[in-house]
């Protein structure tokens, strides 16, 4: 097979892959970083306390060993879907908090770990599945994928909160990654 018959015969899988990690963990990211001045307003916190958010990141790692054998035992569309219905109940939480910054790194680390199911570690196995000699550049796309989403979408966050607020914009988020997941589950 030809390295452009095997773009043809995988795009799907690759679309799906692309779709599902850009619009998870990677994604989160970006994203942080525009909710992050709203919080620290709202709540009164420091932004020295609010850098503690990147040690819940040490935290997670010791479930990523845990994520990859389930997809290995369970298959990417099953691990995913668990990772896809669980997420929103992230942005629910994001959404209720009434301040207490321990709660928030809490739900950033559950956060953190749910998304870990929809992120590229669960779908670079889809490409590797299928792709073989264009395997380096399908994965390329998967992981650039956060990162061309969250160019309009950083902004676009920025002007829903200044509209609806951020409690509001973190539960359209977590709509809009809901019906993302679920069509890349799909």
């Not at 990141?57 to 298959?75: A, H």
């Not at 691990?79 to 209720?96: C, D, E, R, S």
């Amino acid at each position: 097979m030809s390295y452009i018959d095997e773009w043809r015969r995988s795009i799907r899988p690759l679309l799906a892959a692309s779709l599902a990690t850009g619009t998870s963990l990677p994604l989160f990211a970006y994203t942080n970083s525009v909710f992050a001045p709203h919080l620290i307003k709202e709540f009164g916190w420091s932004r020295a306390q609010f850098a503690l958010i990147g040690v819940t990141m040490l935290l997670t790692l010791p479930i990523l060993p845990f994520v990859g054998r389930f997809t290995d035992k369970m298959g990417v569309r099953r691990v995913a879907l668990i990772g896809v219905l669980l997420m929103p109940l992230g942005f629910i939480g994001y959404a209720t908090m009434q301040g207490d910054f321990t709660s928030y790194l809490v739900i950033f680390t559950a956060v953190l770990m749910v998304g870990s199911m929809t992120g590229p570690l669960v779908f670079s196995r889809l490409i590797a599945a299928n792709f073989d000699r264009a395997q380096g550049l399908a994965l390329t796309v998967i992981n650039c994928t956060p990162a061309v989403l969250a160019m309009p979408m950083a902004p676009l966050l920025n002007m829903t909160i200044e509209a609806y607020g951020w409690r509001s914009t973190y539960l359209m988020l977590g709509g809009f990654v809901l019906v993302c997941g679920l069509i890349a589950v799909a």
